[in-house]
Structures are given as structure tokens and as C-alpha cells.
């Protein structure tokens, strides 16, 4: 058995034999072996990576289902390991801030905080197979894996109306996902293969009217979890209301299962339905920019407007995708992987705020962090400034490479709408800004209003902030330790010049 | 000449239907283990007797096991209703095994009379068993209900073959075939008796427009009845409407495959807008039946192709299997706690960890989702024939549907598995449960593991054709 299936599989087994032994269990101690486990998960990549020959490390190809051509079909390239890496980050942070989370382990009776390490585990495994299945409907089971522990995490450990939000959520991914499900099954009887790497390197392509009516129903399913302008209505409710851990795997890995597969099973598997599709995939995600920046500078909940700001830099990321270029595919990459670890702290962030506090706006906050909280204020001010793109930070490149492929597209997005759109985009960058600077200001400076509950950062909360901000900086640094990686496996997705 | 390998099945079972009901009548005291003791036996012997000689084909002796082996395991979850003084047990059994043996006969039939009488044979004793529990003025009515709508949907089924007689001048599957194939009649009329042909059969499979009386008959009826009724009588139906429109009605195929296309569509959708209201599981449970079988109609859109009909019988499969399941973990849920409420479901896998993980796993397959593969894969195999005959607008509302159902499903699924509610947390009725409680608990369990097993490997069920 390859390294990377026991990779994908154990998170998700070790949540199942967690679930069932939590009578037994400490939630801290289910906390610390989550984050032994996906150390493990980690060790497993890292080893398949190093031991691999061919396209894609660690790939294994069983027939899993004769009657439908479903494989087993796992592996993971330079697109897919940037993302993989950045998941078990994520949650090995996920499962320390647990361990360390007193209100899960005092009154805790009925098992539930490792019921929720549990979850996350199980969400781990869903994301992780995401990022390395190469065959379709293999993709799509592993996509919609990880949808009902969601629910769960935000309806059980979210805040009141945690619930309805939840279900928001995750009626507008179902739905969008049937739909992709939809354009799977117009793939698989078109091209009459399931398999990810065959499709991407088809003879003649697919083309004509059904298979773009696919492509629609696709990019449809994958936009909403994206999301893209004006599919991402779910998104601010499910990300406020969110526990915290909720919301750092929602922004950090969940919105990337979307970008991802826009790259994966879209533009690779369908190019000519998509390079069709491209100019409105552009057009939707610098609206989304727009309109997000606009939505953040009247906000007043900080975890509301770390969502919206999610939106955002997602339209970035899609704007990438959709010039199809190499560029294009580079950036996409590149800003996923950095949203990831930027968002993931300001949400953490967030959450330590609204633990202290009761509440994440700024009323509650009140103002003068800096001198109320003072470490706490810094690690604020870092996340937002690499989230507004700072030089010398890993957002700079995600953005900047973004905008470097709209200004020279592929021949599928016409060159006056890529420019225009490009125009628009960085106009986005400055209102990014713009809403950031609001926030330091409302929040970080003024006069001090002192409280009771004004604590510092505890020990692991300055860890967390450390591992992230010391990735976030290195990324800034040495972006080609991140593009090296990249590069050469951005022919599997789009025609790469010679 | 008579097809032994197709008819012993049923001459099995309703053998053992008679001697059910006589070892009753000559017992001293009410017994519950004789008869279903000669039920047992008699059910696992037809299903024997089906499996040596392979009945007529593939498609037969997944439909002949369907039918047989739901109705073994209704058998089981009947038993917990052995302390109900209401409840007849010889009667019971008899009708059960009665019915099953209709249902045998229908998916055998090659012939519109043969048809029409197992048909007869499999609703009558149905609509028995809903009203069976005696001094229960509801039941009585669902059974009324129930027994009106079935006799107006066979006479219109009579009707239908009696005209399409008119056209072919024959019965026999494979004649009406070939003489509607050189037909010169007029094709409208054609279609209207083609039509109502296939109403008795959309009938008993409850599809919209013919489906008022499924909530009503589920709720009325004892729970294992209405398990019954959803799976047994549901898949003989569509086994059934399978066939006809494969052999018999295949050379009119454009003026029945609109039809069903639009059948399923709003059935699928109907089904699913009754279930969202439901805070009942039996009512839930009946209204998703509904659905179901929209999404059971949809693949008939792509016959005669082979991959349609494999499409349609591996979901009526997993479909049966895990209503199988729901309805005997809601039986076992009345008997120990009194009520199929989701009030009373709360919790259960807390109280009753077995019951409530495999009724999550259940509810898991009839939605679709992972971590029940099988059901999921059975949603992309029935997805497969309206894209690939060009009903790409029945795919979506599909799609759209899967996405719908998940709301209703998900919300019991989240009863279940949260903490239970106060006033149901009382000691339960029957501490200790009797021998016929755990026997209705193997038969879950057994269903769940088939599920888990096709869901690992999925060629168990979907390599079956």
C-alpha cells in the first residue's frame, strides 16, 4: 500500500476509532493524538514525495468499481502537495488550540470535544483525498465527505443560530455539488473515462455543446465553493457563526477544495468548455473583489469581515484560473496556499478574541489593543497586513502573480476584457487596504479601553501565531521554494509553451 | 408448458402462507413462533429454491431475492410486535406470505393477465394487512383508503391491457411486442393504452400522481407493514414496470419515455417537499419512499439499454436494503420506547448505540452521502442513462433533488446522534428485550453490514447485472 493512501485514510480512521472509545478518552488527550496523527499523515506525504517517479508521487491506480470504471486512483503533484501540506498545517494547529481549549475539557460528560477532534479528522481525510484523487467520481466522494462533519461542527459547537447557517451552507454546496456530479456524468458518458490524468491528456478534446453544458454544471458546483460572486451569500454566516476551528479549516482548506478543483477537474479535464466559460469566471470573480472590499469597509464583526475579505482573495485566485495561462495556474497555487495560512490566523486570531471578549465586533472589542493586549495586537496586525498583500509576505506573491497573468492571458481571455479586469483587480488591492488600515485603526490604535479579561497571549496561542507567521514570512522571502514545486507540474493542466 | 423455475418460488410461499395461518388455528394459545417459524422456512427455501435454478434470468432473481428476502426480513421486524394483543400473528403471517407470493408472480410474468392477477394477488393481502391490528380505528381507515385507490388503479390497468389486446391481438410479452412493432393503429392511441397499462404499476410503486395514499396507509398501517409495503410491493412494481416496458412495450419506447421522464421528475420532487413537513419517522420514511422512487423511474428513460436497466435495479437494491433497515430500527424504536416520533428517536444512538448507528448509516445511503459510498454511487449510476438519452434536464432535477433530500434526511440523522430528549429518557417499557427484539436486531445489523460491504466494494451490488 502506497504512503499516501495511509496519508489520506488515517486522519479519518483515527477520528472513527476516536468517536467510538470517547468514553475513554480526554478530549485533550483525543487532541494530541489528532496532532500525532496528522504529524504521521505528514511524514507519509513528505516520504512518497521523496520516493517519486513519474507524474504524480506516491499514485496508486486499483480498479475499485469494474461496472462503473471507478478507480482507486490516488496521487499527488506539484499542484496537489502545496495544497496537501497546507491542510495537515492547518490541522495539527486545529487539534493544538483544542488541546489547549479549556472549555473543552471542563465540563465535558458527554464526550464531546473528542467528538469534535473527531470531526476535524474526518474533514482532514475528506480534504486531503480531494487534493489527491485523480479519478472523478473517487473526487466527488471525498468532496462530499467532508459537507455533513461541517454541518456539525457549526450547528453543535457554533454559536446560537450556528444551525440555520450550517444548513445554508451546506444546502448551497450540496446543490452545487449535485450539479458537478451532474457535469461528472456528462463527462463520463462523453469521453467514457473516469480517470483524471486520461481526460486531461485526451487526443481531441472535448467539445461542443454537451460537453460545455458539463463544463457549466461544473464550474456552477465548484464556484459555489469557491464561492464566487454572487454564490458566496453562504459564506459569511457560516464562517461567523463557526466555532473557531470551524472557521480556520472553512477559509483555510474548504475554500481551496473549490479552487482546487476549478484547476483539477475543470480547466485541465474540460479546456475548451472552460476556455469558453473563462471571460464570465473573470468577469464574476473581480465583481466578487469589488463587491467584498465594499462589503469589509461597512463591516463591524471581525470574523464577518475576515469572511467577506475571504471572498476577496478567492476572486484573485479565480481571476488566475481564469487566464488560463501558466501564469495563471502558478498564481492560482500560489494565493490558494497563502489565503490558506493567512486567513487561518487572522480566523484563529478571531476566535482568541471572541473567547476573550464574547463577541467578535468591534463595539465588543473596544479600542487600543495594542496597549490592552499588546502580543495579541501584533499577531492582528502581521495577519492583516499579509492578507493586504505587504512585499516580503506570502500574500504579496498570491496577488501579485494573479495580476501578472491577467495582464498577459492566454488566448482565452480576450486581452481588452483581461486588462479591464486587471484595472478592476487592483483597484481591489487598494480597497483591501483600505479596510485593513479601518480595522487596525478601529481596533489596534485609539485610546485604551481596559477590561477585566484583557489577557495576552497564553503559550499556545503564541505558538500557533509563530508556526503561521514564521511560514507566512518564508513564503514572502523565498517564493521559489513554493513555485519550484509548482512549475513543472502546471503542463498537467494547461498546455504549457514550448 | 409451465416454467417451473419461475412459478416454485411463489407456490412456496403460499404454501407456507396456509400452513402459517393452520398452525395457528390448531395451537391452543396464541402463539407468535409458529408461524413465523413456517415463515422462515419457507421464505429461505423459496429464496434457495430461486437461487439453484436462476429463475428466468438475472434480472428475475435479483428482483424474486428482493422481494423474498425483504419480506424475510420484515418477518423479523414483525416480531417485535409480539406483545401487541391486537396484532393476529397467524393472520399476519399469512398475509404477508401471500402477498410476497403476488409479488414473486409479478416480477415473473411474461403475460398482461398473469400481470393483472399477481398484481391482484399482491395488493388484496396488503390491503388486509394495513388494517390487521384489530379495534384500531386508523388503521381501518388507511386500509379503506388504501383498498378504494387500488381498486380504481387495477381497473384502469385492465382497461389499458384490454385495449392494448385490441392492438395486438395477443398477451404474451414478447407477441404484444412484436405486433405493436408493426402496428398501423394510430400511435396516440397506442400510447394512451400503453398508459394506462403502466398506472397499476405506478400505483403500487407510488408515484405522483398516484401517490395520496402513502402517508396516509404508512401511518396507518404497524411499522414492519409499512417497511413491507415501501420495499416488497414498491420493488415488485417496479421489477415489474421494468419488464413490461423492456419486453412488452419496448417498440413504442418515444411514447412512454416522456412520460416517465416527467413522472419521475415531479415525483422525485413531491416526494421530497411531503418529507421536509414530517417530524414523524414513519411519515418522513413514506414521503422519501415517494422520492425514492422518482429516482427509481428516472433511469427507464434510457431503456432497453442494458446499462438503464442495471442502473434501475442496482438503486432499487440499496434502496431496499437500507429502508429495510430504517423501518426495522423504527419498529424496534416503538416497542422499546413507544413511539416512531423524532421525539422519541432522539438520542438513540446514545440509548441504543446498535439501532442508532444503523439507522444513521441507513439515512446516510438514502441521501447519498459518504461515508455511505454505495448509496452514493447508486445516485451517479442512476444519473448515467437520462444523460446518455439526452434527458440532460432530468439530470439536473436530480441533482437538485439529491441536494433537497439531504435537508430532511440530515435532520434525523442530527436527532438521532444528539443527546436525548428528557421525557423519552425514562426507563423504557421492555428493559430487557424478548428473543423476537433480537432477532429483529440481527436482521439490521446483517442489512447494514451488506451496506457497508458495498460500500467498500461496490461490485457486490453493482456488478449484480
Redesign the interface.
Known amino acids: 500500500m502506497s504512503a499516501l493512501v495511509v496519508a489520506v485514510l488515517l486522519p479519518g480512521l483515527a477520528g472513527i476509532c476516536l468517536a467510538l472509545a470517547r468514553a475513554v478518552v480526554s478530549a485533550r488527550g483525543a487532541a494530541a493524538a489528532g496532532a500525532a496523527v496528522s504529524v504521521l499523515s505528514l511524514i507519509c506525504v513528505v516520504a512518497s514525495w521523496s520516493a517519486r517517479d513519474g507524474a504524480y508521487a506516491g499514485e496508486v491506480d486499483h480498479p475499485?468499481?469494474?461496472?462503473?470504471g471507478?478507480h482507486w486512483h490516488l496521487g499527488v503533484d506539484g499542484i496537489s502537495l502545496p495544497l496537501v501540506v497546507m491542510t495537515i498545517l492547518l490541522c495539527v494547529l486545529v487539534c493544538w488550540s483544542l488541546a489547549a481549549d479549556v472549555t473543552s475539557t471542563t465540563d465535558d460528560h458527554?464526550g464531546a470535544g473528542v467528538v469534535l477532534v473527531a470531526l476535524v479528522l474526518v474533514i482532514e481525510t475528506?480534504s486531503l483525498g480531494v487534493f489527491s484523487a485523480l479519478d472523478l467520481?473517487l473526487f466527488?466522494?471525498?468532496f462530499?465527505?467532508a459537507?455533513?462533519p461541517m454541518?456539525?461542527v457549526i450547528?453543535r459547537w457554533g454559536d446560537p443560530g450556528g444551525r440555520l447557517a450550517a444548513?445554508r451552507f451546506?444546502?448551497f454546496t450540496?446543490?452545487g455539488?449535485?450539479?458537478m456530479?451532474?457535469g461528472?456524468?456528462?463527462i463520463?458518458?462523453t469521453a467514457g473515462t473516469l480517470q483524471i490524468p486520461t481526460l486531461s491528456d485526451l487526443p481531441d478534446p472535448l467539445t461542443g455543446t454537451?460537453p460545455l453544458?458539463g463544463g457549466v454544471?461544473i464550474a456552477v458546483g465548484l464556484a459555489v465553493k469557491t464561492p464566487l460572486w454572487p454564490l458566496h451569500i453562504w459564506l459569511p454566516d457560516a464562517h461567523s457563526k463557526a466555532p473557531t476551528v470551524g472557521s480556520v479549516l472553512l477559509a483555510g482548506v474548504f475554500l481551496k477544495l473549490g479552487t482546487y478543483g476549478l484547476l483539477r477537474v475543470f480547466v485541465s479535464v474540460v479546456p475548451e468548455p472552460a476556455a469558453r466559460l473563462a471571460p464570465y469566471l473573470g468577469a464574476l470573480a473581480v465583481a466578487g473583489i469589488i463587491a467584498s472590499c465594499l462589503a469589509c469597509l461597512r463591516e463591524h464583526d471581525l470574523k464577518r469581515l475576515i469572511a467577506y475579505s475571504s471572498v476577496g482573495h478567492m476572486g484573485f485566485v479565480v481571476l488566475a484560473i481564469s487566464t488560463m495561462s501558466e501564469v495563471g495556474v502558478l498564481a492560482a497555487v500560489f494565493a490558494s496556499v497563502a489565503h490558506g495560512l493567512i486567513t487561518g490566523l487572522l480566523f484563529f486570531n478571531a476566535g482568541w478574541l471572541k473567547q476573550r471578549y464574547g463577541s467578535a465586533t468591534f463595539d465588543a472589542l473596544g479600542r487600543g489593543l495594542y496597549t490592552r493586549v499588546p502580543r495579541l495586537g501584533v499577531v492582528l496586525l502581521f495577519a492583516a497586513t499579509a492578507s493586504l498583500g505587504l512585499p516580503g509576505l506570502a500574500g504579496f506573491w498570491g496577488e501579485m502573480l494573479a495580476l501578472r497573468s491577467a495582464y498577459e492571458p492566454s488566448p482565452a481571455l480576450d486581452r481588452t476584457l483581461a486588462w479591464t479586469l486587471l484595472t478592476l483587480a487592483a483597484l481591489g488591492v487598494v480597497l483591501t487596504t483600505a479596510y485593513f488600515v479601518r480595522v487596525v485603526r478601529r481596533v489596534l490604535q485609539g485610546a485604551a479601553t481596559p477590561r477585566d479579561d484583557d489577557i495576552d497571549l497564553t503559550r499556545t496561542e503564541a505558538g500557533i501565531s509563530a508556526v503561521l507567521a514564521v511560514a507566512i514570512v518564508l513564503l514572502g522571502v523565498a517564493p521559489g521554494l513554493l513555485t519550484g514545486v509548482i512549475e513543472p507540474a502546471v503542463g498537467a493542466i494547461v498546455q504549457v509553451a514550448p | 408448458m409451465i416454467d417451473w423455475a419461475a412459478v416454485t418460488p411463489a407456490l412456496i410461499l403460499a404454501s407456507g402462507a396456509i400452513a402459517a395461518l393452520l398452525v395457528t388455528a390448531f395451537h391452543a394459545t396464541r402463539t407468535w413462533r409458529w408461524p413465523a417459524i413456517v415463515s422462515t422456512v419457507s421464505l429461505l427455501a423459496a429464496s434457495a429454491v430461486a437461487v439453484a435454478t436462476g429463475s428466468i434470468d438475472r434480472l428475475t432473481l435479483v428482483l424474486t431475492l428482493v422481494v423474498v428476502l425483504g419480506t424475510f426480513m420484515m418477518v423479523l421486524a414483525a416480531g417485535v410486535m409480539d406483545h401487541e394483543e391486537s396484532m393476529p400473528p397467524g393472520e399476519l403471517h399469512f398475509l404477508l406470505l401471500s402477498s410476497a407470493a403476488g409479488g414473486c408472480c409479478l416480477v415473473v410474468a411474461r403475460d398482461l393477465v398473469t400481470l393483472v392477477v399477481a398484481l391482484e394477488l399482491l395488493s388484496l393481502p396488503s390491503i388486509a394487512l394495513v388494517g390487521l391490528r384489530r379495534s384500531d380505528l386508523g388503521a381501518a381507515r388507511a386500509a379503506w383508503t388504501f383498498f378504494l385507490l387500488s381498486a380504481v388503479s387495477t381497473a384502469v390497468t385492465v382497461m389499458g391491457v384490454s385495449i392494448v389486446y385490441g392492438f395486438a391481438g395477443n398477451l404474451a410479452y414478447d407477441q404484444v411486442a412484436t405486433a405493436l412493432a408493426g402496428s398501423t393503429a394510430p400511435a396516440r392511441a397506442v400510447g394512451a393504452a400503453v398508459l394506462l397499462t403502466v398506472v397499476g404499476l405506478l400505483f403500487k410503486a407510488g408515484a405522483v400522481p398516484f401517490h395520496v395514499w402513502i402517508p396516509d396507509t404508512y401511518r396507518g398501517a404497524s411499522v414492519p407493514v409499512a417497511g413491507y409495503l415501501s420495499v416488497v410491493s414498491k420493488s415488485a412494481a417496479l421489477g415489474a414496470l421494468l419488464v413490461v416496458l423492456t419486453t412488452a412495450l419496448g417498440p413504442v419506447r418515444d411514447d412512454w419515455a416522456p412520460v416517465v421522464a416527467v413522472v419521475a421528475a415531479v415525483t422525485m420532487t413531491v416526494g421530497n417537499l411531503g418529507a421536509l413537513g414530517q417530524r414523524d419517522a414513519v411519515g418522513m420514511l413514506a414521503w422519501s419512499s415517494i422520492a425514492q422512487a422518482g429516482f427509481i423511474l428516472a433511469p427507464l428513460v434510457g431503456l432497453p439499454g442494458t446499462a438503464a436497466v442495471a442502473a434501475a435495479v442496482s438503486y432499487l437494491v440499496v434502496y431496499s436494503l437500507a429502508n429495510l433497515v430504517a423501518f426495522t430500527t423504527v419498529a424496534i424504536c416503538r416497542r422499546r420506547w413507544g413511539g416512531t416520533t423524532f421525539a422519541h428517536l432522539a438520542g438513540l444512538a446514545r440509548r441504543d448505540p446498535g439501532a442508532g448507528l444503523c439507522l444513521a448509516f441507513a439515512l446516510l445511503v438514502l441521501a447519498g452521502f459518504p461515508p455511505a459510498v454505495i448509496g452514493l454511487l447508486t445516485k451517479y449510476v442512476v444519473l448515467l442513462p437520462p444523460v446518455d438519452s439526452g434527458y440532460g434536464w432530468l439530470a439536473v432535477v436530480m441533482a437538485l433533488n439529491v441536494a433537497f433530500g439531504l435537508v430532511y434526511y440530515l435532520r434525523l440523522l442530527a436527532t438521532v446522534l444528539a443527546p436525548p430528549s428528557e421525557e423519552v429518557a425514562t426507563p423504557p417499557p421492555s428493559p430487557s428485550p424478548p428473543y423476537t427484539v433480537r432477532f429483529a436486531r440481527a436482521a439490521m445489523i446483517a442489512a447494514t453490514a451488506a451496506l457497508v460491504a458495498a460500500s467498500v466494494y461496490p461490485d457486490l451490488l453493482l456488478g449484480v447485472l
Not at chain 1, 475499485?64 to 462503473?68: D, I
Open positions: 475499485w468499481s469494474t461496472a462503473l471507478l458527554e475528506a467520481v466527488f466522494i471525498f462530499e465527505l459537507l455533513i454541518w456539525f450547528a444548513t451546506l444546502m450540496v446543490t455539488s449535485a450539479l456530479l451532474v461528472f456524468v456528462v463520463a458518458v454537451v453544458l454544471a
